[in-house]
């Protein structure tokens, strides 16, 4: 079962969404540099179903997203509870930041509105830096992704 250590409603995460950040711990990715170490361990709280839906009641009204922060040991989990948010939540956008350079085939598309993709590498920065390995894209209703990284540079990048 996943885990979660805590949440945040963010707003830099996800463009133009209101998020609910649900960081989840047991990484297995163990990025060199990463920000979030505390994330590595098996600790937190079970995310089920009923955890879930209290989270998503103590951000209403504000949240129009719900983002999972990793979850990459366990795909399948994460893929659950999209489809439980999908399913229950239909107004809500869905998101996942993956630290893997591929989507899990574990995961599905048509269960995303964002994904997130790539390890953190110091030396190429975050979504923030023009040369990040991470990408962010947003999922039509088709299936097909959108690069949308562009939209995360700072103005100190881009001048």
Known sequence: MLKYVNTDIVFQEIPDEVTLAVNLSGCPCRCPGCHSKYLWGDTGTPLGEQQLEQLIADGRPAITCLALMGGDAQPDEVDHLLTYVR???PELRTAWYSGRSLLSPKV??????YLKLGPYLAHLGPLSS???NQRMYKVDPAGH???ITRRFRRAAYES
């Not at 599905?108 to 509105?113: A, E, I, K, R, Y």
């Open 130 to 132: 023009p040369r990040t």
């Open 145 to 147: 992704l959108h690069d």
């Open 108 to 113: 599905t598309l048509s269960h995303l509105n």
């Open 87 to 89: 399913n229950r939540h």
